[in-house]
T-cell receptor, first 114, second 109 residues
Framework: IAGITQAPTSQILAAGRRMTLRCTQD?????MYWYRQDLGLGLRLIHY???????GKGEVPDGYSVSRANTDDFPLTLASAVPSQTSVYFC?????????????FGPGTRLTVL | GQNIDQPTEMTATEGAIVQINCTYQ??????LFWYQQHAGEAPTFLSY??LDGLEEKGRFSSFLSRSKGYSYLLLKELQMKDSASYLC??????????WGAGTKLIIKP
């Protein structure tokens, strides 16, 4: 593993189905983030975790949940997918949650909910 | 509310200079980032400003004026590979990172 990996790369999902997007890092970064990116809008934070064992809600958390059982993994779950959750999802990490720390992004997951 | 404004799209010529502006209105300020994002790829870090002034890094420079809520990214000696979207992001007083929608830069030969 080099950096940040996300799986799957893309997915087409029927509405109402449950889906987990995976994110794994080998950078030993404390902070991890989930964003969605939609055309014409900026990246929007869904959930974040400043350290293993803790999570927080971002700007658009409804319909999503996360867990942070260890430093490396930060899965994002859609309990019951809806078409408005069609988006590109990026996982990001930072060495810590400090204000000056750049974020490193995974390659993204393109999700389509029909 | 929180707001970050950037032009939607800009066009420039290879070899020229382009300035991409970003204005922000946020609850407090703890730093401003610029990221580059090529189509279909993830954003990558370009620069960080927390104090007023110009930060230069090779062909790219970033300027910040906190009193005006304004930043710009200056790209010199444009190359075709600079065709990408450029994202401005501000860290607010509660350490949330708010992102602009990005500026799509098109470079023509």
């Amino acid at each position: 593993i080099a950096g940040i990996t996300q799986a799957p790369t893309s997915q087409i999902l029927a509405a109402g189905r449950r889906m987990t997007l995976r994110c794994t890092q080998d950078m030993r970064h404390n902070a991890m983030y989930w964003y969605r990116q939609d055309l014409g809008l900026g990246l929007r934070l869904i959930h974040y975790s400043n350290t293993a064992g803790t999570t927080g809600k971002g700007e658009v958390p409804d319909g999503y949940s996360v867990s942070r059982a260890n430093t490396d993994d930060f899965p994002l779950t859609l309990a019951s997918a809806v078409p408005s959750q069609t988006s590109v999802y990026f996982c990001a990490t930072a060495s810590s949650g400090g204000t000056h720390n750049e974020q490193f992004f995974g390659p993204g997951t393109r999700l389509t909910v029909l | 509310g929180q707001n970050i404004d950037q032009p939607t799209e800009m066009t420039a010529t290879e070899g020229a200079i382009v300035q991409i502006n970003c204005t922000y209105q946020t609850s407090g300020f703890n730093g401003l980032f610029w990221y580059q994002q090529h189509a279909g790829e993830a954003p990558t870090f370009l620069s960080y400003n927390v104090l007023d002034g110009l930060e230069e890094k090779g062909r790219f420079s970033s300027f910040l004026s906190r009193s005006k809520g304004y930043s710009y990214l200056l790209l010199k000696e444009l190359q075709m590979k600079d065709s990408a979207s450029y994202l401005c992001a501000v860290t607010t007083e509660d350490y949330q990172l708010i992102w602009g929608a990005g500026t799509k830069l098109i470079i023509k030969p």
